[in-house]
């Protein structure tokens, strides 16, 4: 009976954030896939809900498929250029005496504490020709001319993969701590050399970390508008853009819908197959 | 897609182009005019005086405004001059001008009036959202040049701007006179062009550029205008909607298609900014305020129409915003930084090189999926 009494109590606890869930998540989630299969007439704006698939046909026109293209492709680059620079940071940190690593940590998450709009910014001001980075590669003689990055689909890319790479950073970090480094010395022991030790060992070890952060950096990425506004300066059409267009400044609701369902699908249906990939390579 | 010169940049918490503008004028850029305008500050002329058939309005009317786009101190003096009546501002933040009908649409009872340029006015009576108002209580529309009274009829016309050429006359060494002067030099000055962020404003300028009208509906003439916009794209170094000026008084390019009294207010930071109306013709917006149809406050609403249009609040709107004024009513009371500038200044040569952008209807669509077509090139 107690036990009962328990659990009713312990389900109490959640229904506030089950009832905020439902209203803030759940409910505009299904407004959104509602809208969808609506039409609005652009003069009146009078909306008749229905079941038509014409808003999703319109996304087949190759003007809004390349956008989605472009969108997928600068997401992936993000996320790789996140993981190439995280996992060796992740790496660094969890190696230093326990101290270091609060410090190093903190170093990591300090740019979370200034907004991201005036982070974004600053990245202006860094990559702009004649700005820092460009004085800094002619120092090294890796530059002669101008940068030429800013207002590119490039300073975009770099744009998201300074944002994001604390989001990287930290779970992989977490898995790479928990590893158990007898394990690579065993590894050793048994006549592995590092790289080999890194590719059996420790490479699968920080796989779910790996994982986690390629999920988080990725799909955000994928409808980024903030950065490709600010940095993209306007030339470059991403699917968020288009988005934010069709709710903001066309009033297009049901084709703006439409397009961020197809989103969501195309997330979905990335998820699924990286969970199922997962699954076949964890029996081998 | 209905982006009129007023579009915010779109990630919530930018600062927007008007915005930074109130807030530079606020900063001291139009301080000399306030001083003139310590008369208009705390009184009201005789005109203000509530309509007395039916005695003095009461209640507050929401505004759905441009944040900053206001004079700095019409609101409070329209209260005191109408205890019991008041004006609420309300922004839609990051939302462009586009927005505006369908948020008014779908929102009804929210808001009693709103900022619309023609192209949102037409859009408003295609929706059935816009109450028409009686003018025998706003007897100061006569202060409203008859240009603007005859172009925007659906409210009191508040502002309107140009979309020219501003180039550093240090870093170009031609003259540049027209749209085609621009495009021609696109090669030399490769990456130190800028254009607006706008498509309206943008596909208008093409259109000036190829001979045809702003409005346009003829999808060969747009498709032109799309062509001529693709190939001086790889010239270009940014499309924006705010800061424009302030990037050529800095020098980080040397051209840039932008809007009137963004180049005046820059040519205070550098003088050797230079404004062109272009040769073809510029494209303008007109805007203004309106009343949302069956408003309960549209008595408060017509009595603070009025009291705007008088020439000294008025001035106070236009020293407060810098923009290109409609009423040369208020002229002496407007600050001659503002008043002189032939950039801003309302005269019948400037005017009949410019067209109004309108509303397009059904056309609409077309321009919106160019603009997109544009930005994927």
């Known amino acids: 009976m107690m036990r009962y009494a328990g659990q009713a109590l312990r389900s109490l606890l959640a229904l506030p954030t089950l009832a905020w869930m439902l209203l803030f998540f759940l409910i505009p989630l299904g407004l959104v896939v509602v809208y969808s299969f609506a039409t609005i007439s652009l003069v009146t704006y009078n909306i008749s809900f229905g079941w038509t698939l014409s808003n999703y046909r319109q996304i087949h026109d190759p003007l809004y498929f390349n956008t989605l293209t472009r969108s997928i492709f600068l997401s992936i680059s993000a996320t790789l250029g996140c993981l190439l620079l995280g996992f060796p940071l992740a790496y660094f940190i969890s190696r230093q005496p326990s101290r270091w690593q609060k410090l190093l940590l903190v170093l990591v998450i300090v740019p979370f504490w200034t907004s991201f709009i005036v982070r974004t910014y600053a990245i202006v001001n860094l990559i702009d020709n004649g700005g820092p980075l460009q004085h800094f590669l002619h120092a090294l003689h890796v530059l002669s001319g101008p940068l030429n990055i800013l207002y590119t689909p490039k300073g975009i890319a770099l744009g998201i993969v300074y944002s994001y790479l604390p989001l990287m950073v930290l779970p992989i970090y977490v898995s790479l701590e928990r590893i158990d480094y007898n394990l690579v010395d065993a590894a050793n022991d048994l006549g592995a050399n590092p790289r080999r030790t890194f590719r059996r060992v420790t490479l699968p070890l920080a796989m779910p970390g790996v994982v986690v952060g390629c999920i988080i950096v990725g799909i955000p990425a994928l409808g980024e508008y903030v950065i490709p506004e600010i940095l993209g300066g306007g030339k470059t059409l991403m699917l968020g853009n288009v988005i934010t267009d069709q709710f903001l400044s066309v009033g297009d609701y049901p084709f703006g819908s439409a397009i961020a369902v197809a989103l969501m699908v195309v997330m979905a249906l990335a998820l699924i197959v990286f969970r199922l990939t997962q699954r076949r390579a964890a029996p081998s | ?377």
Request: glycine letters at 8%.
């Open chain 2, 1 to 377: 897609m209905n982006d009129l010169p007023h579009r915010p940049l779109s990630p919530a918490g930018t600062m927007r182009r008007r915005e930074l503008l109130a807030r530079a004028a606020q900063m001291g850029i139009a301080l000399p005019a306030l001083g003139a305008l310590g008369a208009a500050c705390g009184s009201s002329s005789s005109s203000s005086s509530p309509p007395s058939s039916s005695g003095p309005p009461k209640g507050t009317a929401v505004l759905l405004n441009y944040q900053g786009w206001m004079g700095k101190h019409t609101v409070a003096d329209f209260e005191k001059a109408y205890p019991g009546a008041g004006i609420k501002q309300a922004s839609l933040g990051s939302i462009s001008s586009g927005a505006v009908v369908p948020q008014i649409k779908a929102n009804m009872s929210t808001y009693d009036a709103a900022l619309g340029d023609q192209a949102v006015t037409g859009q408003g009576v295609a929706a059935d959202i816009i109450q028409p108002l009686d003018w025998s209580k706003i007897p100061n529309i006569k202060n409203v040049d008859e240009k603007f009274r005859s172009a925007y009829t659906h409210g009191i016309p508040t502002d309107y701007g140009k979309t020219g050429i501003g180039y550093r006359t240090d870093l170009v060494s031609e003259p540049i006179n027209s749209w085609a002067d621009l495009w021609n030099l696109a090669p030399k000055y490769s990456g130190k062009i800028v254009f607006t962020d706008l498509d309206r404003d943008c596909i208008g300028s093409a259109l000036r550029y190829k001979g045809y009208s702003v409005n346009t509906t003829n999808q060969n003439e747009l498709n032109q205008a799309l062509q001529a916009l693709i190939d001086i794209k790889p010239h270009l170094q940014a499309l924006k909607s705010y800061n424009i000026g302030q990037g050529l008084a800095q020098g980080s390019y040397a051209i840039a298609m932008d809007w009137d009294y963004d180049i005046a207010l820059a040519q205070q930071d550098n003088p050797h900014i230079k404004w062109v109306l272009p040769s073809e013709g510029a494209s303008a917006y007109l805007e203004g305020f309106f009343a949302v149809k069956n408003t309960p406050q549209i008595e408060v609403l017509e009595a603070f129409f009025n009291f705007f249009l008088e020439p000294k609040q008025y001035a106070d709107f236009v020293n407060t915003t810098g923009t290109a004024f409609v009423s040369n009513a208020a002229t002496p009371y407007i600050d001659k930084t503002i008043a002189q500038n032939p950039a801003l200044i309302v005269d019948p040569a400037t005017l009949a090189n410019v067209e109004f952008e309108n509303y397009l209807g059904e056309a609409t669509a077309a321009y919106n999926k160019l603009w997109d077509q544009f930005k994927s090139a």
